[in-house]
């Protein structure tokens, strides 16, 4: 039955994909994030239905005469270059052939950030993406907060088997960088019974990342409740519910979930955290040898460790979106990757700024300290997984950009420059 629901749904929005390929954006991202088809147990489950949507999308941009232009912000630039360096750091990669097969997967990704700055180009479009995002995602942590409430919180969540965030831990890191993105929701909702349900669905995705028992959320959700704390328009009743809330969740969790964080403190004694830290001098090793272009995607194998680790039997995969670019794209990729995670950070706080005292654009500065909130979470929360290539971040960066245009375009960012132009 499942089967034939999502398939009903995809294929009987296609048409409307055709019309208006900006909907092609909110279809190609719910079924990349939701992946509603692994809930299914049939001929859907392996479909390809997200091959068909970006197929039909990009059919739709080609012909329709949809508004189809870059946003004006530096921010394209800088991803375009880190784009071009991973091509160019698999051309002359370790192993050329198998880095190719990684880097088209990390195409295809990056080919939905570039369909994003094309067709999501005004208030409306980018307020509708931010909707599919927090709730593709939310779905989980709405799910598993309620099944962490029913458990006592004995169990870990887990995310779509088969996706990016399948992990607990990767889906705990996913639900962090959507949190703000429900609180923008909050904030800008006119009806009141829809703030509350998303207050509701806050509360529980918290719960969700709770009871993933990651140590790494552990810490970036810190940060994220910091930074929530320091963006937030009414700071002192923020900060004591946010005490009352963290005090009666600690009441709430099992011995077994502290008995797993006090092995932040003495990471010496845990093997995972020995075989990261392992995994971490591998990396740098192996860009000391390949400074510029590292080894390319994948490098992270057995083989290679047999080389460059300090304990060549402890193999163990990046753990660390920082370690992983440094491994796979050297000193310059890494370098690229962290300007472009500055620069947006840089300008979300530029949007910020220049909003304030402007009541008719509000929306634009809770939007935008929101995203630096994400941001933050997953700056700490990455430095102990690795997604470095994984595309909700990449959407956080392009929601950047697409703001920066339209307060631009409002003479709100300074003067106007000519906005960079694309047709398709």
Same mark, same amino acid.
């Given at each position: ?11 009987? =929005?296609?048409?409307?994909?055709l019309?208006?390929?900006s ?6 991202s ?6 509603? +088809? #692994? =809930? ?6 392996? &479909? ?9 999308t990009?059919? %739709?941009?080609?012909? %329709? ?18 784009? =071009? ?37 005004? #208030? ?15 779905? &989980?942590?709405?799910? !598993?907060?309620f ?6 919180? %004995?169990?870990?969540?887990?995310g ?14 996913? =639900? ?8 923008y ?6 009806? @009141?019974?829809? #703030?509350?349900?998303l ?9 969700s ?11 970036? !959700? ?9 963006? *937030?328009?009414?700071k ?50 192996? $860009?000391?040898? #390949?400074p510029?272009? /590292?080894? /390319? ?18 193999? +163990?995969?990046?753990? *660390? ?11 310059? /990729?890494l !370098? ?19 909003c @304030? ?9 809770d ?20 997604? $470095?290539? &994984? ?6 960066m ?5 703001l +920066? +245009? ?19």
């Open positions: 039955m499942r089967d034939i629901v999502i398939t009903l749904i995809v294929f009987g =929005l296609l048409p409307m994909v019309m208006r390929p909907i092609g954006v909110y279809l190609w719910w079924l990349g994030y939701m992946n509603p +088809h #692994r =809930l299914s147990w049939g001929f859907a489950y392996s &479909f390809p239905f997200v091959q068909v949507v970006a197929i039909v990009l059919v %739709s941009m080609i012909f %329709s005469k949809e508004p189809k232009k870059l946003p004006n912000s530096p921010l394209v630039v800088l991803w375009a270059l880190f784009v =071009l360096w991973m091509c160019i750091a698999t051309a002359a990669a370790i192993d050329p052939g198998h880095s190719v097969t990684e880097l088209t997967r990390a195409l295809k990704i990056q080919m939905m950030i570039l369909v994003t700055f094309l067709l999501i180009n005004d #208030r409306e479009k980018l307020h509708t993406l931010v909707w599919v995002l927090a709730l593709s995602i939310g779905f &989980f942590g709405i799910k !598993g907060g099944f962490t409430i029913a458990t006592g919180g %004995s169990f870990r969540v887990w779509p088997p088969g996706s990016f965030i399948e992990g607990n831990n990767e889906l705990a890191l996913a =639900l962090i960088i959507v949190l703000p993105l429900f609180r929701l909050q904030l800008t909702s006119d009806n @009141k019974w829809v #703030r509350r349900g207050v509701l669905a806050m509360l529980l995705c918290t719960a990342i709770v009871a993933s028992y990651s140590r790494g959320a552990f810490l970036a !959700g810190g940060v994220m409740a910091f930074m929530f704390w320091l963006k *937030s328009r009414h002192f009743a923020i900060g004591v519910v946010g005490v009352m809330i963290v005090g009666a969740v600690l009441m709430f969790l099992p011995q077994q979930w502290f008995d797993r964080m006090s092995t932040i403190e003495n990471f010496e004694e845990d093997r995972s955290a020995m075989g990261r830290i392992n995994a971490w001098h591998f990396a740098f090793n192996l $860009a000391k040898d #390949r510029l272009t /590292g080894g /390319g995607f994948d490098t992270f194998t057995p083989e290679l460790f047999r080389k460059y680790a300090p304990d060549p039997t402890a193999f +163990h995969d990046a753990h *660390s979106i920082y370690f992983e670019i440094l491994a796979e794209q050297g000193f310059v /990729g !370098g690229l990757f962290l300007i472009m995670w500055f620069a947006t950070y840089r300008v979300a706080g530029n949007i910020v700024r220049q @304030k005292g402007r009541d008719d654009l509000t929306w634009a500065r939007l935008a300290a929101m995203l630096q909130v994400s941001m933050a979470g997953y700056a700490v929360g990455g430095a102990f997984l690795g997604l $470095a290539y &994984f595309d909700l971040p990449y959407h956080i392009a929601m950047v950009a697409v +920066h +245009h339209l307060m631009k375009e409002k003479g709100v960012m300074g003067p106007q420059t000519p906005p960079l132009r694309g047709r398709v």
